[in-house]
């Protein structure tokens, strides 16, 4: 009996944690992270973007939801600049790799370069 529930629990961990891939693939690459340095961010065409308190593991000056890496999108921010922040669902989702005292917001009040505009993205508090 014990068996099974162990079974049956790492079932439903692996269920729940593996229905969303894209956000996955896109906190395992960094894109949101803390950094202070872009050696920090996991891949190639990120940069820590120090514009951020505590860094932001993202690109800067996307053109739309193609320059970024998965599970993130170009977001215009309100600094006139466009930035790929991770999709979100709720703070939680943002704040991964980030300490509390840089927490990135889970917000709808932005725009996406790209539509559809109804998601919601990570966005750091500025520096």
Same mark, same amino acid.
């Given at each position: 009996? +014990?068996?099974?529930? &162990?079974?049956?629990?790492? *079932? &439903?961990?692996?269920?729940?944690?593996?229905?969303?891939?894209?956000?996955?693939?896109?906190?395992?690459?960094?894109?949101?992270?803390? @950094?202070?340095?872009?050696?920090?961010?996991? $891949?190639?065409?990120?940069?820590?973007?120090?514009?951020?308190?505590?860094? /932001?593991?993202?690109?800067?000056?996307?053109?739309? =939801?193609?320059?970024?890496? $998965?599970?993130?999108?170009?977001?215009?921010?309100?600094?006139?600049?466009? /930035? @790929?922040?991770?999709? @979100?669902?709720?703070?939680? =989702?943002?704040?991964?790799?980030? %300490?509390?005292?840089? $927490?990135?917001?889970? %917000?709808?009040? *932005? #725009?996406?370069?790209? $539509?559809?505009? #109804?998601? +919601?993205? @990570?966005?750091?508090? %500025?520096?």
């Amino acid at each position: 009996m +014990k068996k099974s529930m &162990i079974l049956f629990s790492a *079932i &439903i961990l692996l269920f729940a944690f593996g229905c969303d891939d894209d956000k996955k693939k896109a906190v395992d690459l960094g894109v949101g992270a803390q @950094c202070t340095e872009t050696a920090q961010c996991d $891949e190639e065409t990120q940069e820590c973007l120090l514009d951020f308190k505590g860094g /932001y593991c993202g690109v800067k000056d996307c053109t739309g =939801d193609v320059d970024c890496p $998965e599970g993130s999108r170009c977001v215009a921010h309100d600094d006139g600049v466009n /930035y @790929c922040f991770l999709v @979100c669902v709720d703070k939680a =989702d943002c704040n991964v790799h980030r %300490s509390v005292d840089s $927490e990135a917001n889970c %917000s709808s009040s *932005i #725009d996406f370069v790209d $539509e559809p505009q #109804d998601s +919601k993205a @990570c966005v750091p508090p %500025s520096n």
